[in-house]
């Protein structure tokens, strides 16, 4: 079994700063790459940032250049997103993707439950 678990999501006023988390625990023989996603009401669920294995950021949407930073501390497993100048449009549940090679199984992506973001005034 393998679990994410998502945290630092909550409600914060245009311009602020959050910093999401992604761990992931279980059965875990390697993590490849890690991404963070989002999806607002009303649209699909879009790639934010994604980071390979050699910790290296290897996508960042243009909406959020400038502004978030995908990171991943391989000691630990966990993957993060700082998150400053925040937007309106910035709301929405962000949710991390890890691809996962199990200790028994295939290699394959995994998702977090979800974490709201809201930024508002």
């Known amino acids: 079994q393998v679990q994410l678990v998502e945290s630092g999501g909550g409600l914060v006023q245009p311009g602020g700063s959050l910093r999401l988390s992604c761990a992931a625990s279980g059965s875990i023989l390697s993590i490849y790459t890690m991404g963070w996603y989002r999806q607002a009401p009303g649209k699909q669920r879009e790639l934010v940032a994604r980071?390979?294995?050699?910790?290296?950021?290897?996508y960042v949407a243009d909406s959020v250049k400038e502004r978030f930073t995908i990171s991943r501390d391989n000691t630990k497993n966990t993957m993060y997103l700082q998150m400053s100048g925040l937007k309106p449009e910035d709301t929405a549940v962000y949710y991390c993707n890890v691809e996962v090679l199990p200790i028994s199984g295939f290699r394959r992506g995994f998702w977090g439950q979800g974490t709201q973001v809201t930024v508002s005034s």
């Open positions: 980071i390979g294995d050699s910790a290296s950021a290897n």
